[in-house]
């Protein structure tokens, strides 16, 4: 409920008059897998999760739309899929036996993860949007409505679009059981950027691989599934196919200007009948200032993948203040932002908000952005927290992953902090990048050690609150730092659990500062999620068979010893990086 993109997708969609969108949420102890699947029988009635917004099934929708924010949602997508009880892969929603009529709900999924890695969700999810949403809205959704009777048998229509791309160079059969229902749908589609069809990139991937290593058809082959079921030899035309079809590479499109980005200016506040559920940001009117990021942090997808940085300009921002707060029923802002204040005009924002007695809250800021004067507009838009992202504690360490801040910038920007009178700060470091060694780990120690001097020599250690937030570096796929898998080649991940346990025993002596330490066993489970490729969706499904735990994926690593020693390498790093600039 906390998250902008809810808002903006939810109010996009119910825009059109011709749309009803509701929001869903996964139950905080869901349990996984939910059926056994060995005694499932498929069943598109099945109703076990309702909307908030007026208590309807999930299985009485014609599209379902995921927002991925993390590499652990994966499991959720799998976990919805599972209660809808459809068949998981794409592939078995083309020819479904146990569904007569081959009828489905369109699975369409965005967000973050899918920008670095779009390869992971091919198997389960019909359609993958890249790039800015915003700018095929209208055209996607006209598409939609307008062929709304093939929405239900989308990888059906996907067939019969190759059928008639291939009639001049087949002899197909006639009579196989197609659904009737028309295919203009895929025809309009693959003409608009930044769509991924899964159905086409699955076999535009394995036809290139194939003809590539000249390697055997794998079990789970989609061509031979679709050659056998058709009776056709489709491998020897597919490169008619493709070279006719031009879909490939995807063009990906972006906002050259954020301002006509359309704001979410009605938002729904929940209301709780626990008052011990808070939701993180208060309630309050969350207004996107920014998108991208001007830093390009080697190890950060933001300033990488999410074209260049663009912001809300100060009259837009402003007009969004004014009208979300009419249709709103709150009293504050809070901004979603990679980098706030890089905006040239943010301190006339804040000033203006301040001047309307409106209070607001930034996300982690850039330290050496923050100067007397931005810091004193904070404070005075009702802030008493701040939180920053050294992400190191060595001056070396933080040049090497491109984020060039120094240790003294951190303790003279600190110390303006404590003296304005501000009660808490938020820290959050990575541990585990590459080039790093244990001096590097000490130095964390002793940037913290140096903060709580300052705070002692302020006194201020029963007035300020300090947490630490310790996390393990993630690679991610198209990001500088994205081949660097070393800390999980061995699953006992001895210097991980080094570094971690020191860093804990160390840092258990300041008694007034709050630590969190990431698990390397959670760790464990991202670098695998976040790495994977198409080929691995029946690993990712018995991943998710099993339990999605760490001890099921250590068994699994064991059976397919061979797939993850290259799936390690650098070569297969390059193979997954080769697929997408294929494909994007």
């Known amino acids: 409920m906390s998250g902008y993109t809810i808002h903006f997708l939810y109010n996009l969609f119910n825009m059109n008059p011709e749309i009803l969108c509701e929001r869903f949420f996964i139950p905080e102890h869901r349990k996984i897998p939910l059926y056994n699947q060995s005694e499932k029988i498929w069943n598109y009635n099945k109703q076990t999760i309702r909307s908030i917004d007026s208590n309807t099934p999930l299985s009485n929708f014609d599209i379902i739309a995921f927002t991925l924010q993390y590499e652990i949602d994966y499991l959720n997508v799998l976990w919805v899929i599972d209660s809808l009880g459809i068949p998981f892969f794409v592939k078995e929603r083309i020819f479904n036996q146990?569904?007569?009529?081959?009828?489905?709900?369109?699975?369409?999924?965005?967000?973050?993860?899918?920008?670095?890695?779009?390869?992971?969700?091919?198997?389960?999810?019909?359609?993958?949007?890249?790039?800015?949403?915003?700018?095929?809205?209208?055209?996607?959704?006209?598409?939609?409505?307008?062929?709304?009777?093939?929405?239900?048998?989308?990888?059906?229509?996907?067939?019969?679009?190759?059928?008639?791309?291939?009639?001049?160079?087949?002899?197909?059969?006639?009579?196989?059981?197609?659904?009737?229902?028309?295919?203009?749908?895929?025809?309009?589609?693959?003409?608009?950027?930044?769509?991924?069809?899964?159905?086409?990139?699955?076999?535009?991937?394995?036809?290139?691989?194939?003809?590539?290593?000249?390697?055997?058809?794998?079990?789970?082959?989609?061509?031979?599934?679709?050659?056998?079921?058709?009776?056709?030899?489709?491998?020897?035309?597919?490169?008619?196919?493709?070279?006719?079809?031009?879909?490939?590479?995807?063009?990906?499109?972006?906002?050259?200007?954020?301002?006509?980005?359309?704001?979410?200016?009605?938002?729904?506040?929940?209301?709780?009948?626990?008052?011990?559920?808070?939701l993180i940001f208060g309630k309050s009117l969350l207004i996107e200032s920014d998108r991208g990021c001007p830093f390009k942090c080697n190890f950060c997808i933001t300033g990488h993948l999410y074209g260049n940085f663009r912001i809300r300009n100060e009259k837009n921002i402003k007009e969004v203040i004014d009208n979300g707060l009419i249709q709103t029923p709150v009293s504050k802002i809070t901004f979603i932002s990679s980098s706030i204040l890089s905006n040239p005009n943010i301190s006339n924002i804040f000033k203006y908000l301040i001047s309307r007695k409106i209070s607001f809250t930034v996300p982690s800021i850039r330290i050496d952005l923050?100067?007397?004067?931005?810091?004193?507009?904070?404070?005075?838009?009702?802030?008493?927290?701040?939180?920053?992202?050294?992400?190191?504690?060595?001056?070396?360490?933080?040049?090497?992953?491109?984020?060039?801040?120094?240790?003294?910038?951190?303790?003279?920007?600190?110390?303006?902090?404590?003296?304005?009178?501000?009660?808490?700060?938020?820290?959050?470091?990575?541990?585990?990048?590459?080039?790093?060694?244990?001096?590097d780990i000490q130095a964390i120690i002793n940037l913290i050690k140096d903060i709580n001097n300052e705070i002692q020599k302020q006194n201020l250690i029963k007035k300020i609150n300090i947490r630490i937030s310790i996390n393990i570096f993630i690679p991610k796929l198209q990001t500088p730092f994205g081949n660097y898998l070393q800390n999980f080649e061995d699953m006992k991940m001895t210097y991980l659990h080094n570094i971690s346990n020191n860093l804990a025993k160390e840092l258990k002596k300041f008694k007034n500062i709050n630590v969190e330490i990431m698990d390397p066993k959670t760790a464990f489970i991202q670098c695998f999620l976040s790495q994977i490729d198409e080929s691995f969706g029946n690993i990712l499904y018995e991943f998710y068979v099993g339990g999605g735990k760490f001890s099921v994926l250590k068994k699994i690593i064991i059976e397919y010893k061979d797939k993850f020693e290259r799936f390690f390498d650098e070569n297969g790093y390059n193979e997954r990086i080769s697929k997408i600039k294929s494909i994007l």
Do not use: W
């Open 98 to 278: 146990k569904n007569e009529n081959n009828l489905f709900p369109l699975l369409i999924a965005g967000g973050p993860v899918l920008k670095s890695n779009p390869l992971a969700m091919l198997p389960f999810i019909d359609l993958l949007i890249v790039g800015d949403f915003e700018c095929i809205y209208e055209d996607f959704i006209n598409i939609l409505i307008q062929n709304n009777e093939s929405i239900h048998n989308f990888n059906q229509n996907c067939v019969r679009f190759i059928i008639n791309m291939l009639k001049s160079k087949l002899e197909i059969n006639n009579s196989l059981n197609l659904n009737n229902s028309n295919d203009i749908i895929i025809p309009e589609l693959i003409k608009l950027p930044n769509i991924i069809i899964s159905f086409f990139t699955l076999i535009y991937l394995e036809y290139f691989e194939k003809k590539k290593f000249n390697n055997s058809f794998e079990s789970d082959s989609l061509i031979k599934y679709l050659e056998s079921y058709l009776n056709i030899n489709l491998f020897n035309n597919l490169e008619y196919l493709f070279d006719k079809l031009k879909y490939f590479p995807i063009k990906q499109v972006f906002l050259e200007d954020l301002s006509n980005s359309p704001p979410s200016l009605r938002q729904i506040i929940p209301e709780f009948e626990d008052p011990s559920i808070e």
């Open 370 to 439: 923050l100067n007397q004067e931005l810091l004193d507009l904070i404070y005075d838009g009702g802030m008493r927290s701040l939180t920053i992202a050294p992400e190191t504690g060595s001056d070396r360490l933080r040049k090497i992953i491109n984020k060039n801040i120094t240790n003294n910038q951190i303790i003279e920007k600190i110390k303006l902090i404590f003296k304005k009178d501000f009660n808490g700060l938020k820290l959050y470091f990575l541990i585990g990048l590459p080039e790093e060694n244990f001096e």
